[in-house]
């Protein structure tokens, strides 16, 4: 299985700043997803980071507010930007192999 | 666009009964995922079935897979507190696709 770290673990931002959130895994994978959990909700699939090309975004989410980078093999980053109360929720990465793994999340609470 | 629906989406439970959680998804997918999640925790990984008929158990809980009726469930046996979590259910979003469409989840108590 495979051992995915995510940075900051929580972060508390004023409204309309922007936090970058960081993905490693301890492995090389071809793709990267990353999804939203809000308070109380299930968990919505935001992108799908590909290495060497952009990220397919789902329905709902554009790049202007979430964009993502995916530099290796083992990396991406998800940036919020200009963010509001409403972008209060937990982001998680996860990678696909046999399973499907998900980091520990970054709780993202915004004033 | 595949839908996947649980339910129930509470559940309240005694030690020691058993109950089942079922998942129902609307369209062909080729992969369906249990997973669970404690408060303020991220998402373990409980089980993946990928054919009719698939059955798999660990301890307490067991997950079965019917294709035709595009219905997974979920069985926990003689309950303990330590199950108290929400459950959610994820499928594969196409044939092939790797992206997971989730469930609402299941948030399970277990009561003494």
């Known amino acids: 299985s495979a051992v995915i770290s995510q940075k900051p673990s929580r972060d508390i931002c004023q409204r309309g700043t922007s936090l970058t959130i960081q993905c490693q895994v301890d492995?090389?994978?071809?793709?990267m997803f990353w999804y939203r959990q809000q308070p109380g909700q299930s968990l919505t699939l935001i992108a799908t980071?590909?290495?060497?090309?952009?990220?397919?975004?789902e329905s709902g989410f554009v790049i202007d507010k979430f964009p993502i980078s995916r530099p290796n093999l083992t990396f991406s980053t998800l940036t919020v930007s200009n963010m509001s109360p409403e972008d209060s929720s937990i982001y998680l990465c996860?990678?696909?192999?046999?399973?499907?793994?998900f980091g520990p999340g970054t709780r993202l609470t915004v004033l | 666009e595949l839908k996947v629906e649980q339910n129930p989406l509470f559940l309240s439970m005694q030690e020691g009964k058993n109950y089942t959680i079922y998942c129902n998804y609307s369209?062909?997918?080729?992969?369906l995922y249990w997973y669970r999640q404690d408060p303020g925790k991220s998402l373990e990984s409980l089980f993946v079935?990928?054919?009719?008929?698939a059955v798999k158990q660990e301890g307490r809980l067991m997950a079965s897979l019917d294709t035709k009726a595009r219905l997974s469930t979920l069985h926990i046996t003689a309950a303990v507190h330590d199950l108290s979590a929400t459950y959610f259910c994820?499928?594969?979003?196409?044939?092939?696709?790797?992206?997971?469409?989730f469930g609402q989840g299941t948030r399970l108590t277990i009561n003494p």
């Open positions: 996860s990678v696909a192999g046999y399973e499907q793994f």
């Open positions: 492995s090389q994978v071809t793709m």
């Open positions: 980071a590909n290495q060497g090309s952009e990220a397919t975004y």
């Open positions: 369209t062909t997918s080729d992969r």
């Open positions: 079935l990928l054919s009719n008929g």
């Open positions: 994820a499928a594969h979003a196409a044939r092939g696709a790797q992206k997971l469409v």
